[in-house]
């Protein structure tokens, strides 16, 4: 289990929310061959390093909340479906406000992005569309977004078939 995770189930554990609750103690195995971990990406750029476990943490929240939308929690494990969109919501809410304290607008604004384009992508059953926008989404937070990345994200909102390679591209090439 990643730092990332142990530290989001601590402060879920922690919080006054009836998330507390549902925490349990055996969180889901996060290895994962599905490319670099959104949460490393984003925390590990320049652009976040003075604030790094904020921006990981925040990161970590609403991953994990995208995860109980759409796939296999790392942290909740929860079986009501209903509850877990609910879940899923409080915790997109939790890394949001996390980065406004801060006061990092930026990455709230890449979030925000990679939560509508990821549900998008599931929503058409294109889930390599939605790990690319993570991909991107989070070399964004790490690095800084660029116009390409701009791009990239609007041929994703428009259903273009070459938006999961431009937006790996553009993820790439902020960290270059």
Do not use: F
């Amino acid at each position: 289990m990643s730092d990332a995770v142990t530290r989001l189930r601590e402060a879920v554990r922690d919080s006054d929310s009836p998330l507390a609750d549902v925490v349990g103690s055996a969180p889901h195995d996060d290895a994962s061959d599905d490319g670099p971990d959104p949460v490393a990406l984003a925390a590990g750029g320049p652009r976040v390093a003075s604030r790094r476990d904020d921006v990981e943490l925040a990161v970590a929240a609403v991953l994990e909340g995208c995860l109980l939308h759409y796939g296999e929690p790392r942290a909740l494990q929860i079986d009501d479906p209903d509850l877990a969109l609910l879940a899923g919501d409080r915790l997109y809410a939790l890394g949001l406000a996390r980065l406004a304290a801060i006061g990092d607008l930026d990455a709230i604004a890449e979030l925000a992005d990679v939560i509508a384009l990821s549900a998008q992508a599931h929503a058409a059953g294109d889930g390599e569309l939605a790990l690319a926008a993570w991909h991107a989404g989070a070399a964004a937070i790490g690095w800084g977004a660029d116009e390409q990345t701009a791009i990239a994200k609007a041929r994703a909102r428009a259903g273009d078939p070459g938006a999961t390679e431009a937006l790996h591209a553009a993820a790439t090439r902020v960290r270059d």
